[in-house]
Structure formats: C-alpha cells, structure tokens
C-alpha cells in the first residue's frame, strides 16, 4: 500500500479564516479523495480530488467553501475556507491505486477545531 | 439512494469468543467489499477485501460475502480486547471507474477482558 502523509495534524483555526490541508503520497495514485468524519459518525465523501481537472464535489459540498487542488499524481491539497465552528471535524485523504480493485488507503487525518 | 447499512452497536463480547458483525446493501450491481477498523483518534485501516460469493479468511478475520441477499459479514475469531474498535463497512457500488465507495455508518465493537 501506498505511504501517505497528510499534514497539518491538527489545527486550531479562528472563524473566518481558511486553512489547507496537504496530502502526499510516495507513489503515483489514480484517484484521491478527501473525506470528513465528525465525532462519532461515520465518514463523508466531499470530493474526488481529479488530476489536472476541476474536483467532483459530492451533493452538499461547494467549490468555494472547499476548494482542492491536484497539480499531479502524488499530490492534492483541501482548502476550508471562510471556517465556521460547524466546520470543526476530522478531514481524511484517501487513495486508490491503479490495481487495486477499489481499495482505498488513508492518510492519519487532520483534527481541525475551529473557535 | 445507494445505502450500506450496519448495526451501531455497541456489539460486546468476552475476550476469546466469536464477533459477528454484518453489513447489507442495496445496489444489487455491487462488485467489491471491504472492511476496514478505526481505532479511536485514528483513520481507517483496511482489514478484509471480497469480491465473490462465499468465504475469505485471513488469519483470525472470515469475511462472509452472498450478493443474492445483499449482505457481507466479518467474523473475528478469537476477540482480543485490541479488536475494541469501529468497523466500517464498505461497498463499490459499480465496476465503473470512478472507485467511489459508499460507507455505512459502522460498529462499535468492545472486547471485555
């Protein structure tokens, strides 16, 4: 499995203001995703981090509240911006490699707390 | 509406008995499952994959696939109390390229010493 570093780890963050989380991979990837998981619940799919290619957001989620990058196949970034304390939650990158059958790796996640 | 639906929990067992834990869904063109464990404060772990009706076992871990009802199980044997976690199950709901997978909501699982 690929190794994936995703940074910060955590962050303390004031309303209004906007923090990007980085995700790095070791080795090139198909797809990359980037989820968020609040407490106690499960995970939630914001977008599919496309190479290239504007993101495929998923119902719900908007470019302009959170926008990603993917310059190229190792690399993406997800900006939160305009933070409100709703947005406090866990933010998780995932991947897929080219053969393997759907199955998705996860970077150790960035805790955001926002005041 | 793609659904994977899972029992909440708390699923309790003694330490070295069976755990059972059990997913259905409901895209009947589903073509790949998974299971992965979140300790607390962590992210997903992948434990098991399955593709094909019947058994796969790893080690202490059977998944439990029959795609004409539409379930998948995960059996742990032996529970250990590091086996206390979140198990989520995971579906690929098409062979289509977009590797999506829908999530249910998952199991707390507690393994009494």
């Known amino acids: 499995s690929a190794v994936i570093s995703q940074k910060p780890s955590r962050d303390i963050c004031q309303r209004g203001t906007s923090l990007t989380i980085q995700c790095q991979v070791d080795?090139?990837?198909?797809?990359m995703f980037w989820y968020r998981q609040q407490p106690g619940q499960s995970l939630t799919l914001i977008a599919t981090a496309n190479q290239g290619s504007e993101a495929t957001y998923e119902s719900g989620f908007v470019i302009d509240k959170f926008p990603i990058s993917r310059p190229n196949l190792t690399f993406s970034t997800l900006t939160v911006s305009n933070m409100s304390p709703e947005d406090s939650s866990i933010y998780l990158c995932s991947v897929t490699g080219t053969g393997a059958k759907n199955i998705q790796y996860f970077g150790a996640g960035t805790r955001l707390s926002v005041l | 509406q793609k659904e994977v639906e899972q029992n909440s929990g708390p699923l309790s067992v003694p330490e070295g008995a069976i755990a059972s834990l059990n997913c259905t869904y409901s895209?009947?063109?589903?073509?790949?499952f998974f299971w992965y464990r979140q300790y607390s404060g962590k992210s997903p772990e992948l434990i098991m994959s399955i593709y094909s009706n019947g058994d796969k076992e790893d080690g202490r871990f059977t998944a439990q696939l029959n795609k004409a009802s539409q379930y998948v199980s995960l059996l742990i044997r032996d529970s250990q109390p590091s086996d206390s976690a979140t198990y989520l199950c995971a579906v690929a709901p098409n062979a289509g390229n977009n590797r999506k997978l829908i999530w249910g909501l998952g199991t707390s699982l507690a393994v009494n010493p």
């Open positions: 895209d009947r063109g589903s073509q790949s």
């Open positions: 080795s090139q990837v198909t797809m």
